[in-house]
């Protein structure tokens, strides 16, 4: 069975940092594409950003709004993805989901995780 | 605002078939097959239909998916209950270097 677990969100002050981690178990994580998508409170998706196997060469790519202050990376050895954000902004404050990219369509979302809750305040 | 345009809310009756749309560009749609996501209340975002029409395993064939030009349709038939959440496309994006664009969302209520 499938499953993406993320941690590590919280509150974060503006300016600050935080790393998120998604832990995927179930299937050959290094051979995955992978994604987080992010949902504002009562607001709809957002695509943050992407991360490519190793085998299709380990790029990223990052939505506009994203881009220059987060950085996605994997650890293929623990099974683990990662959203490192800087420079966080109030309008990063947003549920956090990682997502497998590409199984079944063309980069569809196949599987997610729960979430994990950022709150960027002061 | 949302690259690809749906309508905000969306009703029904049980038993009746509803219809969501889903509009986009040459660019995304046009171009490119597109995805439909159900997010139930309190819950992560689902992969309900891939390909413009096709099924995840346990997905109920209540749910149908279409594409035509720059426009995509969500069809739920016999709607049930349950089936009252959010409902959202996606495409990727040719203009954006192959980047992942949703709809804005539309909440289905059963009335």
């Known amino acids: 069975e499938v499953q993406l677990v993320e941690s590590g969100g919280g509150l974060v002050k503006p300016g600050g940092s935080l790393r998120l981690s998604c832990a995927a178990s179930?299937?050959?994580?290094?051979?995955?594409?992978m994604s987080w998508v992010r949902q504002a409170p009562g607001k709809g998706l957002e695509w943050v950003g992407r991360?490519?196997?190793?085998?299709?060469?380990?790029?990223?790519d990052y939505a506009a709004p994203v881009k220059g202050r987060f950085t996605i990376s994997r650890d293929d050895s623990k099974n683990t993805l990662y959203l490192q954000m800087n420079s966080l902004k109030t309008e990063d404050t947003a549920v956090y989901y990682c997502?497998?990219?590409?199984?079944?369509?063309?980069?569809?979302?196949?599987?997610w995780g729960q979430g994990t809750l950022v709150t960027v305040s002061s | 605002q949302s690259v690809l345009t749906q309508p905000p809310s969306a009703s029904g009756t049980p038993g009746q078939r509803v219809t969501i749309s889903c509009s986009g560009s040459?660019?995304?749609?046009?171009?490119?097959?597109v995805n439909w996501y159900q997010q139930l209340p309190g819950t992560a975002p689902k992969l309900l239909i891939y390909?413009?029409?096709q099924r995840p395993s346990g997905v109920p064939d209540r749910f149908s998916g279409s594409k035509s030009g720059t426009s995509a349709s969500l069809a739920i038939s016999g709607l049930q209950s349950e089936d009252e959440a959010d409902y959202y496309c996606?495409?990727?994006?040719?203009?954006?270097?192959?980047?992942?664009?949703f709809g804005g969302g539309t909440k289905l209520t059963v009335l």
């Open positions: 997502t497998t990219e590409g199984w079944f369509g063309e980069l569809s979302l196949d599987y």
């Open positions: 179930g299937f050959t994580f290094s051979n995955a594409w």
């Open positions: 991360i490519k196997s190793k085998t299709d060469g380990g790029t990223t």
């Open positions: 040459s660019s995304n749609i046009g171009s490119n097959t």
């Open positions: 390909s413009n029409n």
């Open positions: 996606a495409a990727w994006d040719d203009s954006l270097n192959g980047h992942v664009v």
